[in-house]
C-alpha cells in the first residue's frame, strides 16, 4: 500500500510539473467555443477573450450569446462572433466549425463544451430522451471534431473536450447524461491512441469535472447531494490551462484526480460511499 502511495505521489508530481501554461500563447489563438450562452462554457469564452483570443461561439439562443460577445469584445477578444445551432441537428453541428474557420481564417482551439438539459432523478425509462442526449452530447461533438480535423492539422492545433467525473465513476440520478459522458472518454480516448499513432500535430485534452457551482447544475442537484461546488470561473481557467499546455487529461477540483485513481481499489466501500453521500426518500 506504501509503495503504491508513493507512486501515485511522484506520478502526481511529474503530472503537474509537466508543460507550463503560457498565456502569451493564446493572444490572437483562434477558438470555437460550444455551448457559451452560459456556466463554464460562457466563463471559458471570457476567459479566452481576456487572454487576447479570435473567438466564435455557440448555443442555441442567439440573444444571449450576442450579449456574451459583446462583453468578449470589451474583455479584449481581438475577434468575437457567435453562431446559433442545435447540436442535436447533425447539419447544424458542422455548419458551426465552417463557420468558425471561414470567420477565424482556420482554427487552433474547438472546445466542445454543450450538453443538452436532462432530467435528474430515478431512470424513468424513457429510451427516446438517452438517444436524443446522445445526439447532443456525444455524435455532435464527433461530427464537429472530424469537420475540424483537417484545419487543426494545419495549424498543429487541439481539441478539448468537457467531461465529467460521471463520465468515470458511476452514479445514480444522472444515467442518461453519464452514459454520454462515459463515450466521450471511450471515443475521444481512443482518438488519442489513433492520432499519436498517425503522429498527427493535433492534441485532445480531457477534462474530468466534478460538481461546479452552474445554475443549471445546482438546480438538478438541489436536494438531492449537498457537497462543495466549485467556482465555473476557476473550472474554465483550469480547462484553459489544460489544453493550450496539450495536456491529455486534466482534472478539476482536485478530488476528481483521487476519485479516478481509486476508482476500482474497494468497490464494495466506493459504492456505499456514493449511495450514502445522495439523498432519497421514496
Ligand atoms: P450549462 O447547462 O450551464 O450550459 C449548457 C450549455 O449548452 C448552454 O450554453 C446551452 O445554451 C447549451 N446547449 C444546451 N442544449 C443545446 C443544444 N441542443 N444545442 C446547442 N447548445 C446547447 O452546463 P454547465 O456549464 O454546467 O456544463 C458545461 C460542461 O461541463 C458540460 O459538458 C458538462 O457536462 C460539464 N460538467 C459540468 C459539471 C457541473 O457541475 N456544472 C460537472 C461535470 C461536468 P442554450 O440553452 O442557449 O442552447
Known amino acids: 500500500l506504501l509503495l503504491l502511495c508513493s507512486l501515485s505521489v511522484a506520478f502526481i508530481a511529474v503530472r503537474w510539473s509537466a508543460s507550463p501554461f503560457n498565456e502569451e500563447s493564446l493572444k490572437g489563438a483562434r477558438v470555437l467555443v460550444t455551448g457559451a450562452s452560459t456556466g463554464i462554457g460562457e466563463q471559458l469564452a471570457y476567459h479566452y477573450a481576456r487572454l487576447g483570443a479570435q473567438l466564435v461561439i455557440t448555443a442555441r439562443r442567439g440573444n444571449v450569446l450576442e450579449e456574451v460577445v459583446r462583453k468578449c469584445r470589451e474583455m479584449g477578444a481581438q475577434r468575437a462572433f457567435f453562431m446559433p445551432a442545435d447540436m442535436a441537428s447533425p447539419s447544424d453541428a458542422e455548419r458551426v466549425v465552417q463557420y468558425a474557420i471561414e470567420q477565424l481564417g482556420g482554427l487552433d482551439f474547438l472546445v466542445l463544451n454543450h450538453i443538452g438539459p436532462s432530467p435528474y432523478g430515478m431512470w424513468n425509462g424513457d ?21 475540424a480535423l483537417p484545419t487543426l492539422e494545419k ?108 476508482r476500482d481499489w474497494f468497490p464494495y466501500f466506493r459504492d456505499q460511499a456514493i449511495q450514502n453521500s445522495y439523498t432519497y426518500n421514496p
Request: contains cysteine.
Open 127 to 147: 429510451v427516446e430522451h438517452t438517444r436524443w442526449l446522445l445526439e447532443v452530447n456525444f455524435l455532435s461533438y464527433l461530427q464537429m471534431a472530424q469537420k
Open 155 to 262: 495549424s498543429k492545433g487541439s481539441i478539448v473536450v468537457v467531461s465529467s467525473l460521471l463520465g468515470k465513476l458511476c452514479g445514480p440520478f444522472a444515467l442518461p447524461y453519464a452514459a454520454t459522458k462515459f463515450a466521450l472518454n471511450g471515443f475521444f480516448g481512443g482518438l488519442q491512441h489513433e492520432l499519436a499513432m498517425q503522429k498527427s500535430n493535433v492534441s485532445i485534452t480531457m477534462c474530468i469535472l466534478g460538481l461546479i457551482d452552474t445554475d443549471s447544475a445546482m438546480e438538478k442537484i438541489k436536494g438531492y447531494i449537498n457537497m462543495t461546488a466549485y467556482p465555473a470561473h476557476d473550472a474554465a481557467r483550469h480547462i484553459i490551462e489544460a489544453g493550450a499546455s496539450r495536456q491529455s487529461e486534466t482534472f478539476y477540483p482536485w478530488y476528481t484526480y483521487y476519485a479516478c485513481l481509486f
